[in-house]
């Protein structure tokens, strides 16, 4: 099995995707405008405390302000103040707590406006993302996340991931972590330290601890609503925590973006940096890797199956529900039963991935189609368990219910990705009618005519939809080749089926648009215009 990371770079952010056997597993748009990332660590200010929630309304800077419960104060909260008021007033110049007089903890039942007070400054970690009217989840339960580690301010203990089985394994990692973490920081070992040297885990500890005392340093100068650590990038923190032996392929499309990359790779996996390669190929990144019509295909209501059944996948505001059909699949097998788990378990490894590809959190109910007997619905779930065992949310999957239902929980932390697979017409804006597009051609033509002669470009290169690109590129002698012969340079004709039959851009030779006087396709000859179904 191979798995394999593509990031491609545009003006808005990053495109993420994670491949697995060159099908798409993951995909993230890490915006470059976007704040308020998980993992962030902001100095807040406690606008209102409200009792019957038991909860604090925290300022950090979004429109909505933060939601902070008691539950996520963490135990330690009364210290995590203490060192906040210190450093702000800078009585304290170091993040490094040996030698700090702790606090005593809080109560696990409490009340909030025994903890906090309204106008107060507090650090506060994000947890969830700002979705749909709320604001961010926030939590001042602060944790540094590492490759190999998780370092907890103001905790002593070392936790072990759930995943280390291995009795022997977890007692010496016990024993090394015990051994050299420092005063009052605690730790929690991931599943990726397994057969790891003392000499790579204490060196992602120090990488931890030194993270959280420049965050220290930072909140000596910071102003309320001010972020005073940031989490790494989309691209990076999905290679820290996902990156292992399996992982044969990372690939780019900037040389920014490689050398960035390699550099990271070679911080947290030196063996690895040879895997990181810079795409070269004149058509965009994606185009060329078939993710583009993967990526339309899979985020539609509709969903099909290998074997002819489809899903439909519906998403409310409480929950999203997913129906299992069987499609042509129906006449295929011997009985309504050998159907049924037919298209069940292709439906069971496809919603497992579609959860992860979408990032569909909350409650999701599936209706599988109905089987009768008990050890096949026993068997689906054993599946839906398998396939999503490699899942980095947390999630609880029940098993199906006498009325054919599977009720999943997965973690959201935060906005459900949704691709818009369904456009409006490029031509119509929607109306249903369009001018004669048959002389799209000659716009086109026209356009070339114009920048070639009277702006006398050279190198220009023409981005236009599959079906355009063939009409001009086929034959012996081509539209292309005539263009060349009738004004003496090449003209680069670039596929992009993200573009509408009759959209199209003209680049310049540093790969600038060139901007079009006039690209509307001229109006027809007759006085009523043609007639499309859009």
């Known amino acids: 099995m191979s798995n394999e990371i593509v990031i491609s770079s545009t003006q808005k952010g990053d495109r993420i995707a994670l491949l697995q056997d060159k099908r798409l597993l993951e995909y993230h748009l890490d915006e470059s405008e976007s704040s308020f990332t998980v993992g962030d660590l902001y100095l807040g200010t406690v606008k209102k405390l409200s009792s019957g929630l038991n909860a604090a309304f925290v300022d950090v800077g979004h429109e909505k302000d933060g939601f902070l419960h008691y539950q996520d104060l963490g135990q330690h909260i009364n210290s995590l103040n203490k060192l906040t008021k210190d450093v702000i007033a800078k009585r304290v110049n170091t993040g490094r707590l040996s030698g700090f007089d702790m606090e005593p903890d809080i109560e696990k039942i409490g009340k909030i406006d025994k903890v906090l007070t309204k106008g107060q400054p507090i650090l506060v970690q994000v947890v969830k993302e700002p979705i749909s009217t709320k604001g961010p989840r926030l939590s001042c339960d602060i944790s540094i996340a590492g490759r190999y580690l998780v370092l907890v301010p103001f905790s002593n203990g070392v936790n072990l991931s759930k995943k280390i089985t291995d009795r022997g394994e977890r007692n010496r990692l016990l024993r090394l972590m015990s051994s050299i973490k420092p005063q009052n920081f605690g730790v929690i070992v991931r599943t ?8 790579e885990l204490d060196s992602d500890l120090q990488n931890s601890i030194d993270k959280w005392d420049r965050a220290m340093q930072t909140l000596r100068d910071a102003k309320p609503r001010d972020r005073v650590l940031s989490e790494m990038n989309r691209a990076s923190s999905i290679l820290r925590d996902m990156l292992n032996e399996s992982f044969d392929s990372i690939t780019v499309d900037t040389q920014e973006s490689f050398n960035q ?26 185009e060329a890797l078939g993710l583009e019509k993967q990526i339309k295909s899979l985020f539609g209501r509709s969903v099909s199956l290998p074997g002819g059944g489809y899903l439909i996948i519906e998403h409310t505001e409480a929950l999203h529900v997913i129906d299992v059909n069987s499609g042509n699949k129906s006449n295929s097998e011997e009985d309504q039963e050998a159907t049924a788990i037919s298209v069940n378990r292709e439906a069971a490894r496809e919603i497992a991935r579609q959860l992860r590809l979408r990032d569909m959190g909350g409650i999701i109910v599936i209706d599988f189609i109905d089987m009768k007997k008990a050890d096949n619905k026993k068997m689906i779930f054993d599946i839906m368990r398998e396939e999503m065992k490699g ?6 999957i029940l098993p199906l219910t006498k009325f054919g239902l ?35 051609t000659d716009v086109i033509e026209g356009n070339l005519d114009y920048i070639l002669t009277k702006q006398n470009e050279r190198g220009i290169q023409i981005v236009l939809h599959p079906f355009l690109h063939a009409y001009f590129t086929k034959g012996l002698l081509s539209k292309q080749r005539q263009w060349f012969l009738k004004y003496k340079t090449w003209v680069t004709l670039v596929k992009d089926s993200s573009l509408g039959i009759t959209e199209f851009k003209f680049q310049n030779k540093s790969g600038d648009e060139i901007e079009l006087a006039g690209t509307a396709v001229p109006a027809p000859m007759t006085s009523a215009p043609a007639q499309v179904d859009a």
Do not use: W, Y
């Open 192 to 199: 990726v330290a397994q057969g790891k040297e003392v000499e």
């Open 261 to 286: 990359t390699r550099e990271f790779i070679h911080t947290i996996a030196p063996e690895k940096e040879k895997i990181v390669k810079l795409f070269t190929g004149k058509t965009k990144m994606f």
């Open 406 to 440: 599977m009720q999943i929980t997965r973690q959201r932390v935060r906005p459900e990705m949704n691709i818009v697979t369904r456009e409006v017409c490029p031509t119509c804006g929607g109306t249903g009618t369009i001018q004669a597009s048959v002389l799209i």
């Open 391 to 396: 899942d980095r949310s947390k999630f609880t």
